[in-house]
């Protein structure tokens, strides 16, 4: 079946500096991912819709200057935190539609950031 | 803008069991789907089940059912012979449809389910 893919799942870094993360859809073609973020004990909360080929979408109050979405290929978006603070820290969670609008949301494994 | 609340934080069942989780929601579109989804301790979102608005039939998967009530905005979930691996958090969403609908996935607060052996 389809399979979203997150990397890395856990990663630490320093205060200031930026951190990538992955989201490849395996066996899909992807036209437009969805990136979340959670919060300990929270919800899942959308920062952006990523499309194939042009500029995020971003929720409202979401910095699209610290997040940025980068969604070069049909199996590829990025999540680029830039200049990460200890408040930064939280639990990403990429999801990525298959096919038509209105098809089901497949998402990945999420990523763990802790900002030190 | 909608919203998705699940009143219950944390609920338990014995294993073999059914439960019940609630979940209400707050629309002024006529055509949406709604879905609940299941993380368990690994933190991938699993989809259980999923509601088109317009279908007045209960959505069923094997132990997983749902009751839609349109009028009065409730999606509530039973999972019948509950098993061990059902323990997760089980969250509430909504989704606008339509080819100019917003795809956006609005959840609720989530519902920590355990399954008592």
């Known amino acids: 079946g389809a399979v979203v893919s997150q990397h890395p799942s856990r990663v630490i870094c320093k205060s200031g500096t930026s951190v990538k993360i992955e989201c490849r859809s395996l066996d899909f073609q992807a036209t437009t991912m969805f990136w979340y973020r959670q919060f300990p004990k929270k919800s899942l909360m959308l920062m952006a819709t990523s499309n194939e080929g042009s500029k995020a979408t971003y929720e409202q109050g979401v910095e699209k200057d610290k997040f940025l979405i980068n969604h070069a290929s049909l199996t590829l978006s990025t999540l680029t935190v830039t200049s990460a603070h200890p408040e930064d820290s939280s639990f990403y969670i990429c999801s990525a539609r298959m096919g038509q609008i209105n098809s089901p949301l497949h998402f990945g494994n999420g990523t763990r950031l802790t900002v030190t | 803008a909608q919203t998705v609340t699940q009143s219950q934080p944390e609920m338990s069942v014995q294993e073999a069991e059914t439960v019940t989780l609630s979940c209400t929601y707050d629309t002024s579109e006529s055509d949406y789907y709604l879905f609940w989804y299941k993380q368990p301790p690994s933190r991938q979102m699993i989809l259980v089940i999923r509601q088109e608005a317009y279908k007045q039939q209960n959505a069923t998967e094997n132990r997983f059912s749902v009751n839609f009530q349109k009028a009065a905005k409730s999606f509530s979930l039973k999972i019948s012979d509950s098993q061990l691996g059902d323990a997760a958090m089980y969250f509430c969403?909504?989704?606008?449809?339509?080819?100019?609908?917003?795809?956006?996935?609005?959840f609720g607060t989530g519902t920590r389910l355990t399954i008592i052996p």
């Open positions: 969403a909504y989704r606008s449809s339509g080819i100019f609908g917003n795809e956006k996935l609005t």
